[in-house]
């Protein structure tokens, strides 16, 4: 069974990085697939942040890719996220989630999520 | 890229039928078959309906059934019931290994 669980900061403060990991178990990352970030602000809808491809390829929401690193590591079998100069409109719920791109094409599995607030 | 347009809400009585929209453009929805659709109850996970536009995961009951036509997709959900009342929310895939979710519709089973 596949399972998807998030860690990292619950506070940061504006103008700094904000720092996600999303750890991978039931399934080896070497194996191939896409790994996304997604976030939802409290109240509102969801926003893809970028993806990443097993072998490093990453993808970009063009409208954060000024201030988003995605990176994996295979060894650990876990993919990362930090997302700079933050400001409160960053404030959300970030969930990492498994894009299959074979069967679905889309968001099958999901992080349970982690709340991060960006606030001094 | 923009969010895809969805109404704020939608409802219906226990066992009628109830219909939500997607609409995109021709760089996304109304481009590619790789519409989703996720169901998320209140503080939880999104969970995957429907994928590639007409297609469910195992174990989603047949009541939700998926379209499209044109740059607009359309979440069907038949003989409601008190557990379908949850937030939806549409993705599609925008090319060049974007994507792109819709503002999210609540549907209330009245």
């Known amino acids: 069974q596949v399972q998807l669980q998030e860690s990292g900061p619950g506070l940061v403060k504006p103008s700094e990085t904000l720092s996600l990991t999303c750890i991978v178990s039931?399934?080896?990352?070497?194996?191939?697939?896409?790994w996304g970030w997604i976030r939802q602000p409290p109240g509102k809808g969801l926003e893809w942040i970028a993806s990443?491809?097993?072998?490093?390829?990453?993808y970009f929401n063009p409208s954060l890719k000024s201030r988003v690193t995605i990176s994996v590591d295979t060894s650990k079998n876990q993919f990362s996220l930090k997302l700079n100069s933050v400001t409160a409109a960053d404030t959300a719920v970030y969930y990492c989630?498994?894009?299959?791109?074979?069967?679905?094409?889309?968001?099958?599995?999901w992080g349970q999520g982690t709340m991060v607030t960006v606030s001094s | 890229q923009s969010a895809l347009t969805q109404p704020p809400s939608a409802s219906g009585s226990p066992g009628q039928s109830v219909t939500i929209s997607c609409t995109g453009t021709?760089?996304?929805?109304?481009?590619?078959?790789?519409v989703s659709w996720y169901q998320q109850h209140p503080g939880k996970v999104p969970k995957l309906i429907i994928y590639?536009?007409?297609k469910r995961p195992s174990g989603v009951p047949d009541r939700f059934s998926g379209s499209k036509s044109g740059n607009t997709a359309s979440l069907s959900v038949s003989g409601l019931q008190a557990e379908d009342e949850a937030d939806y929310y549409c993705?599609?895939?925008?090319?060049?290994?974007?994507?792109?979710f819709g503002g999210g519709t609540k549907l209330t089973v009245l």
């Open positions: 989630a498994r894009l299959e791109q074979v069967v679905t094409r889309a968001f099958d599995i």
């Open positions: 039931g399934y080896s990352i070497s194996t191939g697939s896409y």
């Open positions: 590639e536009v007409i």
């Open positions: 990443i491809y097993q072998s490093g390829s990453t």
């Open positions: 021709s760089s996304d929805v109304g481009g590619y078959n790789y």
């Open positions: 993705s599609s895939y925008a090319g060049s290994n974007n994507w792109v």
